[in-house]
């Protein structure tokens, strides 16, 4: 047989996969809508397959449930924390990018692609989004404003980097930066450390992003999460030093021009 005459097979380009992580506990009331706001379309366009997966602290409603029913991947943490979910998530997660979100329709799902473009072409590990450039009325009390611009002003004088928004918990990562790091935190103080890890030993930059009125009841305990996070942004001074798993070299790490970023959203 003259093999010349067989059909020529197309090399196809391997296809980049994304893992969308998403802690739930009793939230059954925007667990549907926040995976249907998931732009799955769009990131296929971008070359993309996708997974979600929904970390659940024993959860004592329907969203495990809906999120099953759903197609997602659902995992049962029976150890408590915000932290711990995700910690969790980016364990059984198989994604090259993990993208994180909570399950109340806060977040702004459907900027998800233009964030990855942004990772992409300026070469970063870390991208956290701002809540309050663009905060829908409503969204959030002066209170826990207060409280936030509060703390992320510390983390700022502790650590010397530049965050405007400490609790955000919208973040686009790269497997190699999530694999190299050491996260101590099972608490909502898992969001400060994880910034100042990426802010200090890797390419981060903080986004412009948006932020909705919650979907379901408010989980956080407003005064007592908030002073856990005060105390343990004092505390992780002492435990930065085992942040980084590998011997990373501080004189490769470019310094980013927020003020020059095309991606302002």
């Given at each position: 047989m003259d093999i010349s005459k067989l059909p020529q097979l197309i090399p196809t380009k391997p296809q980049k996969f994304v893992s969308i992580i998403i802690p739930t506990l009793n939230?059954?009331?925007?667990?549907?809508?926040?995976?249907?706001?998931?732009?799955?379309?769009?990131?296929?366009?971008?070359?993309?397959?996708?997974?979600?997966?929904?970390?659940?602290?024993?959860?004592?409603d329907l969203t495990r449930e809906i999120a099953e029913r759903m197609g997602t991947r659902v995992i049962l943490e029976k150890r408590r924390g915000y932290g711990r979910a995700f910690k969790t998530g980016f364990n059984e997660a198989k994604g090259d990018i993990l993208v994180t979100?909570?399950?109340?329709?806060?977040?702004?799902?459907?900027?998800?692609?233009?964030?990855?473009?942004?990772?992409?072409?300026?070469?970063?590990?870390?991208?956290?989004?701002?809540?309050?450039s663009k905060m829908q009325n409503g969204a959030m009390d002066a209170y826990h404003r207060f409280g936030n611009d509060l703390l992320s002003l510390i983390m700022r004088l502790l650590y010397s980097i530049e965050v405007r928004d400490s609790q955000s918990g919208m973040w686009i990562m790269s497997r190699n930066f999530i694999q190299n790091i050491n996260i101590v935190s099972d608490g909502f103080s898992m969001s400060e450390e994880i910034k100042i890890i990426a802010f200090t030993f890797f390419k981060a930059l903080e986004l412009d992003g948006r932020y909705y009125k919650r979907v379901g009841k408010v989980k956080l305990a407003t005064f007592g999460d908030g002073w856990r996070n005060l105390k343990y942004l004092f505390r992780y001074r002492s435990l930065i030093k085992g942040a980084v798993k590998l011997p990373l070299d501080l004189n490769q790490k470019e310094s980013i021009d927020v003020d020059a970023d095309p991606y302002v959203i």
């Open positions: 939230e059954e009331d925007g667990i549907e809508k926040t995976i249907r706001s998931i732009p799955k379309k769009r990131l296929s366009e971008l070359g993309y397959n996708s997974e979600i997966i929904i970390v659940d602290g024993k959860s004592t979100l909570d399950a109340d329709l806060t977040y702004p799902a459907e900027l998800i692609p233009e964030y990855i473009q942004a990772l992409n072409e300026k070469g970063l590990d870390f991208i956290t989004t701002n809540r309050f």
